[in-house]
């Protein structure tokens, strides 16, 4: 069963960074893609960042591409989003994802994935 956790997130000023991290249970970390996904209050939950099995190959959206950095460490089974020069516009809910399906490339999609419970980030201006 694929139990993900994540940590780091909270109140931040405008321009500030976080970084939020994921650990990963269940099923062996190595082979899976890592996402991350936010929803901001009202919003539809919305493709933030993914990572494939080996960190190769990384994709953002483009809200955040330039500012955010997604990163893996598979010997801690663990999956970060580095979040620098935060936006008022980034509070959202942020949400850990495990792809479905092993070795595959990053997808943006929400149905390849399994969730995490979320952290809030709250970006004050």
């Known amino acids: 069963q694929v139990h993900l956790v994540e940590s780091g997130g909270g109140l931040v000023q405008a321009g500030g960074s976080l970084r939020l991290s994921c650990a990963a249970s269940?099923?062996?970390?190595?082979?899976?893609?890592m996402g991350w996904f936010r929803q901001a209050p009202g919003k539809e939950r919305e493709f933030v960042a993914a990572?494939?099995?080996?960190?190769?190959?990384?994709a953002y959206a483009d809200s955040v591409s330039g500012r955010f950095t997604i990163s893996r460490d598979n010997a801690k089974n663990t999956v970060y989003l580095q979040m620098n020069t935060l936006k008022p516009e980034d509070t959202a809910v942020y949400y850990c994802a495990q792809a479905i399906v092993g070795w595959r490339n990053p997808g943006r999609k929400e149905v390849e994935y399994y969730w995490g419970q979320g952290t809030q980030v709250t970006v004050s201006s």
């Open positions: 269940g099923r062996t970390f190595s082979i899976y893609a």
């Open positions: 990572i494939n099995w080996s960190g190769s190959t990384t």
